[in-house]
């Protein structure tokens, strides 16, 4: 088998990468490099540089590797950035999987894997959510996910191919130090740029009805999130015509305030944080039930919120070597 892994110089995409290698399948990178960086693909796994809008390179290279299964994970992700430019999004994230999924068609690709998110869910009101918790996205970054997925699932349903979407939750942490998510558009790099700038870090709303007022996430390392990939993988190419949807998470909510007291304690910073509006759009908490990944890809995860942290804070410190303290 050779995997095409879109998205693949990304901070999660080398991850998969590495774990697709590391389980004995040979891979091929396709990445326009507009968020990736050409240095995290390993030496011995070929770089294609393209969009997957361009679809005359696609075929190319789906021919040229004899591509058998594809992991779809290039997409812009920036939720606050959707709203800004919802037709930036649908044209790279919708109009970007149609053109790839046509390509994937027509050179007979057997295998889809799809990298959606907790997103599609927009504010579950439940306790754990289900795969079938209804999906109200209120981002057009979560649209463009949902409708991700419904390309992904007419198209397997019109063609045999197998199909897998994984709705990932919070993503945190890294394999190693070169791997470490260099965005700040999340929760945890965040704090740990207010805390390189001896600034508090920040609590967006600490009223809603959670047990101490701040936000629950489920918050899941990236390794085993590379691993619930591995596996999907594994299952598409042992049984044609799947159709899966599956929530990664660890199905244990932590609140922001919890996640940056970790933090603190970790750094050896203790800034208490500074509290302020609520962000719009957030919900007050999303945690998955991670059942369906058990039982359908015999997949959990692994780590936990310490070994998210302390890998994380690794990665920051080695781009920020100020941030060590002592
Ligand atoms: C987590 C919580 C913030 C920063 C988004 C996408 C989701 C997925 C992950 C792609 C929220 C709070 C944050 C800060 C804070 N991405 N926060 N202070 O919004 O849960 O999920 O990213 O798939 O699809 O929706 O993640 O890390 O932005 O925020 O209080 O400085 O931390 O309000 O409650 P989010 P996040």
């Not at 203790?270 to 962000?279: E, L, Q, S």
């Amino acid at each position: 088998m050779t995997w095409l892994i879109t998205g693949g110089a990304g901070y999660i995409g080398a991850h998969v990468v590495r774990a697709m290698t590391d389980a004995g399948e040979r891979t091929v990178v396709y990445d326009d490099l507009s968020t990736g960086i050409a240095d995290r693909v390993p030496a011995d796994v070929p770089l294609v540089t393209g969009s997957t809008l361009d679809g005359e390179l696609l075929a190319r290279t789906l021919a040229g590797h004899a591509v058998t299964g594809v992991v779809h994970l290039a997409a812009k992700k920036q939720v606050g950035e959707s709203v800004e430019r919802p037709l930036h999004y649908y044209r790279e994230n919708v109009e970007g999987l149609r053109v790839l999924l046509e390509a994937v068609t027509a050179a007979g690709v057997r295998s889809f894997v799809f990298s959606s998110s907790a997103a599609v869910y927009g504010m579950p009101d439940v306790e754990l959510v289900t795969e079938e918790t209804p999906c109200v996205p209120v981002s057009p970054y979560g649209e463009t996910k949902l409708a991700g997925e419904w390309l992904v699932r007419a198209t397997g349903r019109a063609t045999g191919l197998s199909t897998a979407s994984l709705r990932y939750f919070n993503v945190a942490g890294a394999a190693s130090p070169v791997l470490a998510d260099t965005g700040v558009f999340n929760l945890v790099p965040m704090v740990f740029e207010k805390l390189t700038e001896d600034a508090p870090p920040r609590v967006f709303g600490d009223d809603y009805a959670t047990p101490d007022g701040t936000c629950v996430r489920d918050y899941i390392h990236v390794a085993d999130l590379a691993e619930a990939h591995v596996a999907a993988a594994h299952a598409l190419q042992a049984s044609p015509g799947r159709d899966l949807t599956l929530n990664i998470g660890r199905g244990e909510g932590v609140s922001v305030r919890e996640m940056i007291d970790r933090i603190n304690a970790l750094t050896g910073h203790d800034r208490p944080p500074a509290v302020g509006p609520r962000r719009p759009g957030d919900p007050a908490r999303v945690v998955a039930s991670a059942d369906r990944a058990a039982a359908e890809l015999g997949w959990k995860a692994k780590h936990d919120i310490q070994d998210m942290i302390t890998s994380a804070w690794a990665g920051w410190v080695r781009l920020h070597p100020e941030a060590a303290r002592g």
